[in-house]
């Protein structure tokens, strides 16, 4: 199959020939039909710490099962699904109660070594990162890995719901438990923010202050449910922010870039009692300058770090397409372009440039 793989830090994708494995045990064979382009694979593409290369990235797809492995229950060839990196188990007491984002045996849903790998060059293993790799045109994941959604709903729509719709909406709704009343703000609006400005919108909020440089983002923030806009360039944020709140500040935050500037920004723009809640991929190292009796002790803030929404996504994923095919969720204007595969390094040059919300590659 045709794959876009990453070689070596810093280095473009190459999309080259790649063997693909037949399903064993638990494991399904799509056919991918549709795979955004997120920033955190930007960020591993020039920050690869911790994984081997070469590597198939992507990891926000769609796509038809094609074939199962002989212990798969869930799953029939033909059906519609959405791939989300949350590797779980499924039975430790962390799944059992709903986290499966947190799950204790995560790693068991990978092969063993003995088992050969899932993909390979010439005979030596490729890695198929975060346990998808869906820059392909063929994805064999565990059926831990994927979720059956409606198949009216098509298919580039459908990739969002895996990463940046998880991710965005999910945090405001899952993590922050946001309510009718909340004042919220979101730092950054890519693909991630703009779903977490639609998050608070669908959770209610009373004030939903969208925060990015690019005035175009602004814009597209208001689609999304943004009742205010602050721009970093016609001022301090933190006091645009408490202009518009009262001189409060919010009652949620949250850092959907990746940088300590504005994951601090997060922090000292909250009320008292207020909570940060950080998304974006730092660079390893990365520190967070913040006053403890200023910032956090004497106004009683707190900061969590919080990974894909806290999403338990076989129930999140097959319910926030329900919400759009309802028309309460909007996708359509979170695709900025689709693009084929060849296409790619063009792709996150211009989410780089910060132009696009998603691009999402077509297969
Ligand atoms: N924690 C998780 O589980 C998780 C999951 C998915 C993505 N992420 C991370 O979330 C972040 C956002 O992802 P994305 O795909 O939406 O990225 P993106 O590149 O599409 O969006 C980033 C946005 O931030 C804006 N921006 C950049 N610098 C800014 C500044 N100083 N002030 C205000 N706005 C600024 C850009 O204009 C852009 O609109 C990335 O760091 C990504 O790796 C984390
Ligand atoms: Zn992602
Ligand atoms: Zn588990």
Same mark, same amino acid.
């Given at each position: 199959?045709?794959?876009?793989?990453?070689? @070596?830090?810093?280095?473009?994708?190459?999309?080259?020939?790649?063997?693909?494995?037949?399903?064993?045990?638990?494991?399904?064979? =799509?056919?991918?039909?549709?795979?955004?382009?997120?920033?955190?694979?930007?960020?591993?593409? /020039?920050?690869?710490?911790?994984?081997?290369?070469?590597?198939?990235?992507?990891?926000?797809?769609?796509?038809?099962?094609?074939?199962?492995?002989?212990?798969?229950?869930?799953?029939?060839?033909?059906?519609?699904?959405?791939?989300?990196?949350?590797?779980?188990?499924?039975?430790?007491?962390?799944?059992?109660?709903?986290?499966?984002?947190?799950?204790?045996?995560?790693?068991?849903?990978?092969?063993?070594?003995?088992?050969? !790998?899932?993909?390979?060059?010439?005979?030596?293993?490729?890695?198929?990162?975060? @346990?998808?790799?869906?820059?392909?045109? *063929?994805?064999?994941?565990?059926?831990?890995?994927?979720?059956?959604?409606?198949?009216?709903?098509?298919?580039?729509?459908?990739?969002?719901?895996?990463?940046?719709?998880?991710?965005?909406?999910?945090?405001?709704? /899952?993590?922050?438990?946001? *309510?009718?009343?909340?004042?919220?703000?979101?730092?950054?609006?890519?693909?991630?923010?703009? @779903?977490?400005?639609?998050?608070? !919108?669908?959770?209610?909020?009373?004030?939903?202050?969208?925060?990015?440089?690019?005035?175009?983002?602004?814009?597209?923030?208001?689609?999304?449910?943004?009742?205010?806009?602050?721009?970093?360039?016609?001022? #301090?944020?933190?006091?645009?922010?408490?202009? =518009?709140?009262?001189?409060?500040?919010?009652?949620?935050?949250?850092?959907?870039?990746?940088?300590?500037?504005?994951?601090?920004?997060?922090?000292?723009?909250? #009320?008292?009692?207020?909570?940060?809640?950080?998304?974006?991929?730092?660079?390893?190292?990365?520190?967070?300058?913040?006053?403890?009796?200023? #910032?956090?002790?004497?106004?009683?803030?707190?900061?969590?770090?919080?990974?894909?929404?806290?999403? /338990?996504?076989?129930? #999140?994923?097959?319910?926030?397409?329900?919400?759009?095919? *309802?028309?309460?969720?909007?996708?359509?204007?979170?695709?900025? *372009?689709?693009?084929?595969?060849?296409?790619?390094?063009?792709?996150?040059?211009?989410?780089?440039?910060?132009?696009?919300?998603?691009?999402?590659?077509?297969?």
């Amino acid at each position: 199959m045709k794959a876009a793989v990453l070689d @070596s830090v810093g280095s473009p994708l190459v999309v080259r020939d790649v063997d693909i494995a037949e399903p064993i045990g638990r494991e399904v064979l =799509l056919e991918v039909k549709a795979s955004g382009l997120c920033h955190s694979d930007l960020h591993m593409m /020039n920050n690869p710490k911790g994984f081997p290369l070469a590597a198939v990235l992507g990891h926000e797809a769609s796509g038809v099962v094609t074939a199962v492995g002989p212990d798969v229950t869930q799953f029939a060839v033909g059906d519609h699904v959405v791939g989300c990196l949350v590797s779980h188990c499924g039975r430790c007491e962390r799944c059992m109660s709903g986290r499966p984002y947190q799950c204790r045996n995560a790693a068991e849903t990978a092969r063993a070594p003995e088992q050969g !790998a899932r993909l390979s060059v010439e005979g030596a293993p490729v890695i198929q990162f975060w @346990s998808l790799g869906a820059f392909a045109e *063929q994805m064999l994941v565990h059926e831990n890995n994927i979720v059956k959604v409606d198949p009216s709903i098509p298919f580039e729509k459908a990739a969002l719901l895996g990463c940046g719709v998880v991710t965005g909406a999910g945090a405001v709704i /899952n993590t922050a438990q946001t *309510q009718p009343g909340d004042t919220v703000a979101v730092i950054g609006c890519g693909g991630v923010g703009l @779903s977490a400005v639609q998050g608070a !919108a669908l959770a209610g909020a009373r004030r939903v202050i969208a925060i990015d440089l690019v005035p175009a983002k602004l814009e597209l923030a208001k689609r999304f449910g943004a009742t205010d806009t602050v721009n970093p360039a016609d001022g #301090d944020v933190i006091e645009q922010v408490k202009a =518009l709140t009262g001189g409060r500040g919010v009652d949620k935050s949250f850092e959907v870039i990746g940088l300590s500037q504005t994951a601090a920004q997060a922090i000292r723009m909250l #009320d008292t009692g207020g909570s940060a809640y950080l998304i974006g991929l730092h660079k390893p190292g990365a520190l967070l300058e913040i006053d403890v009796m200023s #910032d956090l002790l004497v106004p009683q803030r707190s900061v969590q770090g919080v990974y894909m929404g806290s999403s /338990n996504f076989k129930q #999140d994923i097959p319910m926030f397409a329900d919400y759009y095919l *309802q028309g309460r969720l909007n996708l359509d204007d979170l695709i900025s *372009q689709t693009i084929s595969i060849e296409q790619i390094n063009e792709g996150y040059e211009e989410l780089k440039a910060g132009g696009v919300a998603r691009s999402v590659v077509v297969f």
